[in-house]
């Protein structure tokens, strides 16, 4: 398994404001990745973070809108930027292991 | 287009009892498959997974099953218990790429 951590583990924003997730993994990794989880919806990709080069957005995910950052194999940041109350959602870091993938504990957004 | 389909969004059992919660994909080409069961307020957690060069998978309560003919899978829970209820969704994907996962389905076990 994997012991993933994700800071913070909530917040309600205010309207064109940005916020900066975090998400800490026990080991190194490869890949990590974000997804989104928007109210009584599934999980839904938002990019693939790799050390050292640039993170591959999914379609209708754009770097402006959520830039990542990916300085070392333990750790990466998503920001969510210029929020909207579209944005309310929950946003889970994961990695991959072994063939399976393992996520953190999510950061539930309220943005008014 | 959905590839990875759940088409019970709810599911209610009887504490003891067994649960069946199904799961239904497109690609043929999928050949791992995943499931995990979510809390409120907390990320998804790996339960069980099962390749495509097996039709069946069993960890203590819980059994998957992989029809490949049918492009279908289930995860049985039996006996279920109350711990149990949550959203369940599985996921499925082919080598090399990336998980696609299903909408869920909500299990509440009823003592």
């Known amino acids: 398994s994997a012991v993933i951590s994700q800071k913070p583990s909530r917040d309600i924003c205010q309207r064109g404001t940005s916020l900066t997730i975090q998400c800490q993994v026990d080991s190194q990794v490869t890949m990590m990745f974000w997804y989104r989880q928007q109210p009584g919806q599934s999980l839904t990709l938002i990019a693939t973070a790799n050390q050292g080069s640039e993170a591959t957005y999914e379609s209708g995910f754009v770097i402006d809108k959520f830039p990542i950052s990916r300085p070392n194999l333990t750790f990466s940041t998503l920001t969510v930027s210029n929020m909207s109350p579209e944005d309310s959602s929950i946003y889970l870091c994961?990695?991959?292991?072994?063939?399976?993938?393992?996520f953190g504990p999510g950061t539930r957004l309220t943005v008014t | 287009d959905q590839q990875v389909k759940q088409n019970s969004p709810s599911l209610s059992v009887q504490e003891g009892r067994i649960s069946i919660l199904n799961c239904d994909y497109t690609n043929s080409m999928f050949d791992y498959f995943l499931w995990y069961k979510k809390y409120p307020a907390e990320g998804p957690t790996f339960l069980i997974s099962i390749s495509s060069i097996k039709d069946k998978n069993e960890d203590g309560r819980f059994t998957v099953f992989l029809n490949k003919s049918a492009k279908h899978l289930s995860l049985h829970i039996v006996p279920s218990q109350p711990g149990d209820s949550a959203v369940y969704f599985c996921a499925a994907r082919k080598d090399g790429q990336n998980f696609v996962f299903g909408p869920g389905t909500r299990l509440s076990v009823l003592p």
């Open positions: 994961s990695v991959l292991r072994a063939y399976e993938q393992y």
